[in-house]
């Protein structure tokens, strides 16, 4: 992409670059409780069988089928009970003809014996039983390798750990497995009004409320961070952002990503040698967001008011950095709804709205939100709906796709 276009660029180009630019940040092997969520980096193979041994799949007898083939209510078979198994002991009977051995569910199939008849179909005596049905060869049997064999792959590289697919590891025997390393994102804070979390108000100066956002999206994610603000000076910036990189797999500053006298930042990476992706993006809010590269590590730089620090970090950076942690599918669902009011969008760019969900069982529904109070409106929306650049109008009924960001759908 030659330097002319690096400018302005719609938001479809920018997500494409975004995205297209990074790749997994490195592996690292994680034990199976610390799974879930995380995304599989190399096949993971069963090393034993499951089960390991033929075990029972019911409380009940262990037989030879032809000991029992024709028994029923009107023709009982005796047979001499001579022991007793449970799951995990050590099988040290056999069934011979005309004997059987009393299994429990999940116990080893005791040598001689081939199927298992099931306690409803006994009649149970002191020493004996009498069976009042058959059980084919087989019946009730959950034979070696069943369910996993070994050498089996379990999960394949790319998939995401689900509690159901780490169930299937551990019972493939293994015990740690290999994951794409989750990026250290490094969260930075830009302008003398900004204090973080922690320290006094004072006049004229606001919390962080964008890196708190920031870092609770990561935290959701089970992301690392690490969380500086810097003032509004070269010398500040400049140590910071070496600070933080020195540190850190990837760097999102917020604040002073725009042309204002104080806005610096880009400015400062620029002096440091950064080699630019791209800077401005045609959408609203959120259209002052540069990303680059300096040491060969991603910055993006985030500008500061609340509605476009977010939908700068939700709809481009969040996503570039979910996908150095492997993930290859955007992080928000798309969902389609039904707008319930008429809302309008921009000739030259996308639009960004946020929007309250409804659900009544059968379809989703769209409430756009009108708020002048910016973080009040973040706070309430479950989504948010981009309409892209052309599109003026959209009428209240029409079925259109948003993103979601509520799992309570």
């Known amino acids: 992409m030659d330097e002319g276009n690096m400018y302005d660029i719609g938001f479809d180009l920018a997500l494409n670059l ?57 023709n009982p078979v005796e047979l001499a009970v001579v022991g007793t198994v449970g799951a995990g002991d050590p099988c040290e009977v056999a069934v011979r003809i005309g004997t059987t ?8 199939i005791p ?13 149970i005596g002191p020493d004996y039983i009498k069976a009042l049905a058959d059980s084919d060869k087989g019946r009730n049997i959950l034979f070696t390798g069943a369910e996993i064999s070994k050498g089996e792959v379990l999960v394949l590289a790319g998939q995401k750990f689900t509690p159901a697919k780490v169930s299937l590891v551990v019972a493939g025997g293994l015990e740690r497995v290999s994951v794409f390393r989750h990026p250290v994102v490094g969260l930075l804070g830009t302008g003398n009004e900004v204090l973080l979390p922690g320290l006094p108000p004072e006049p004229g100066k606001l919390f962080a409320s964008n890196l708190a956002l920031q870092e609770a999206w990561l935290h959701s994610w089970s992301m690392t961070t690490r969380v500086h603000h810097a003032g509004d000076s070269f010398e500040d910036l400049t140590c ?36 630019l992706i791209f800077h401005r993006v045609r959408m609203g809010p959120g259209k002052a967001i540069a990303m680059g590269f300096l040491h060969g590590k991603p910055v993006f730089c985030l500008p500061g008011g609340p509605p476009s620090n977010e939908a700068a970090f939700l709809l481009i950076a969040f996503p570039a950095v979910t996908r150095m942690a492997g993930y290859a599918r955007f992080p928000h669902l798309r969902l389609t709804g039904i707008l319930d009011k008429d809302v309008s969008g921009q000739k030259d760019w996308t639009q960004i709205i946020h929007c309250r969900v409804e659900s009544n069982g059968s379809s989703i529904h ?22 892209p650049e052309g599109v003026e109008y959209i009428p209240a009924g029409t079925a259109v796709q948003f993103i979601c960001l509520t799992d309570e759908l």
């Open 18 to 74: 975004a995205l297209g630019s990074v790749s997994p940040s490195g592996r690292e092997m994680v034990s199976t409780s610390e799974l879930v969520g995380r995304v599989c980096a190399e096949d993971v193979i069963a090393l034993i069988d499951y089960p390991s041994s033929d075990s029972s799949l019911k409380d009940g007898y262990a037989v030879m089928s032809q000991d029992v083939a024709g028994a029923g209510v009107s």
């Open 101 to 108: 051995v009393r299994v429990l569910s999940g116990a080893p």
């Open 111 to 123: 040598p001689g014996a081939d199927a298992v008849l099931a306690d409803e179909f006994a009649e």
């Open 240 to 275: 910071a952002v070496k600070s933080m990189l020195s540190e850190c797999d990837v760097l999102l500053t917020s604040g002073g990503a725009w042309k204002g006298d104080r806005d610096l930042i880009v400015k400062v990476l620029y002096k440091l040698g950064w080699k």
């Open 366 to 387: 769209l409430i756009p939100l009108e708020s002048k109070r910016r973080l009040s409106s973040m706070a309430r929306a479950d989504g948010l709906l981009l309409i």
